[in-house]
């Protein structure tokens, strides 16, 4: 069993910047694609961001541009440095992670942190 966990979330003016991380207690977590999702108040849960194994990243086309993932294996941490913050960025934040055996790097994640609330107000 792999548990996650996400910190670093909180209160934030638009156009502001938070980084979210994530730890893993995976002994295995280099070989793991990590990503994020989010979940606001009445809507379904929305793909942000991912890394593969070998770092390849892919992120939603909402948040292409501004948000940043990335991995450090030997901490066995991710991380989601969000830049320009929108009021819709309002969410709980999740990280998530699969075994990086091939498949789709937007659904079928094996494994979920407790999320992390980001809100961006006006």
């Known amino acids: 069993q792999v548990q996650l966990v996400e910190s670093g979330g909180g209160l934030v003016q638009a156009g502001g910047s938070l980084r979210l991380s994530c730890v893993s207690s995976s002994q295995i977590f280099s070989s793991y694609v990590m990503g994020w999702f989010r979940q606001a108040p009445g809507k379904e849960r929305e793909f942000v961001a991912t890394?593969?194994?070998?770092?390849?990243?892919y992120y939603g086309d909402s948040v292409n541009g501004r948000f940043s993932i990335s991995r450090d294996n030997a901490k066995k941490m991710v991380y989601l440095q969000m830049d320009s913050l929108k009021p819709e960025d309002t969410a709980v934040y999740y990280c998530a992670a699969k075994p990086d055996i091939g498949g789709s790097y937007y659904t079928q994640y094996d494994y979920w942190g407790q999320g992390t609330q980001v809100t961006v107000s006006s």
């Open positions: 890394v593969s194994s070998a770092r390849n990243t």
